[in-house]
């Protein structure tokens, strides 16, 4: 089954609500509309919903809310201030934040009325995960919000890599906190089993550098805190990839010769290696997918058609 259609077949079995702050912009309203008739996701759109209803009548059976106007918005502007009040936030920031859409549907996610969120087509990645991170916080065993990518090659075979959009030069306990989301988000999209390589220039040594301790490192703290996972490293690609490599430059490792999850030692070569992927191997980029949250907030990129933003909720929701 072609990776999209499985990713709405499993949004559609798991009925999640989804909510969209960005709820008067033409694609995400389209999108809300689109996603309600197929039954993939219940959508909920904010923003004034008279205003929303009279610019366009086919929203009449989407759920609409109002941060401005919310019954929630004094409990949760006082929940926001006592979060945050360690950082200098005073009650009246707090209460101007929670009518920004972009921290009222956080505050969604966080208390339960919606699974997760979806934003970015008309606000940038920063200012989505701020919100995301200051309301629904990092998941636990993780840092750290990070992004991976699923890359679905011609062969059939797919690949998750990571980080390839966020974190520049991650240290080693941020390069662990990017493994153990990025099994996770392996498992829930892909479905299978998550085999880690951490790459490096090196593999078992065959070069000592700075940059090889830390993904040594980065491998064993994600063994003490998740000690199931099935993980290795240093591995050079080809080592983790490659069976006869494996066989030769790491024998007996669980993960050499059939790695499914690649974690790239910085935000260099991640995103050089899934564009080369992308472009040279003809593969399927799907991403980014933003990782490391308690709950899942997913970015859009601003140039973004009704289809894409179909798709990242459908993975919002397994993600849920």
Not at 25 to 45: K, T, Y
Not at 54 to 68: F, G, R, T, V
Not at 75 to 101: G, I, V
Not at 248 to 264: C, H, Q, T, W
Request: glycine share 6%.
């Amino acid at each position: 089954m072609d990776i999209i259609q499985n990713f709405k077949q499993l949004a559609k079995e798991r009925q999640r609500k989804i909510v969209f702050p960005e709820g008067s912009e033409p694609r995400i309203q389209q999108a809300a509309i689109d996603l309600g008739q197929q039954q993939l996701v219940h959508p909920i759109l904010l923003g004034n919903p008279e205003r929303l209803s009279a610019k366009n009548q086919n929203l009449k059976e989407i759920e609409l809310q109002d941060p401005e106007n919310s019954s929630h918005h004094a409990a949760w502007s006082e929940q926001f201030y006592q979060m945050r009040k360690h950082k200098n936030m005073t009650h009246e920031q707090a209460r101007e934040l929670l009518k920004n859409p972009l921290y009222f549907g956080a505050f969604m996610v966080r208390e339960g009325l919606a699974d997760g969120a979806v934003a970015g087509s008309v606000n940038t990645t920063g200012d989505v995960l701020r919100a995301a991170i200051q309301v629904i916080g990092l998941a636990p065993r993780v840092s750290v919000v990070s992004s991976s990518f699923i890359m679905v090659m011609t062969s059939g075979e797919i690949f998750t890599f990571a980080d390839c959009a966020v974190i520049p030069d991650p240290d080693a306990d941020q390069l662990a906190s990017i493994a153990v989301s990025s099994a996770e988000t392996h498992h829930k999209l892909v479905q299978t089993e998550p085999h880690i390589a951490m790459l490096s220039f090196s593999t078992k040594g065959s070069a000592e550098h700075p940059k090889t301790q830390k993904v040594i490192e980065a491998t064993e703290l994600v063994r003490s805190r998740v000690p199931s996972v099935t993980i290795d490293g240093e591995l050079q690609f080809d080592a983790a990839y490659l069976e006869s490599v494996g066989r030769r430059k790491a024998p007996g490792s669980p993960v050499a010769g059939k790695a499914n999850v690649f974690i790239f030692p910085d935000l260099d070569s991640g995103n050089i290696a899934y564009k080369i992927t992308e472009r040279l191997a003809g593969a399927e980029a799907i991403g980014p997918i933003i990782q490391g949250l308690a709950k899942p907030y997913n970015d859009l990129s601003r140039g973004c058609s009704v289809e894409d933003i179909l798709h990242v909720a459908c993975i919002c929701a397994i993600l849920a």
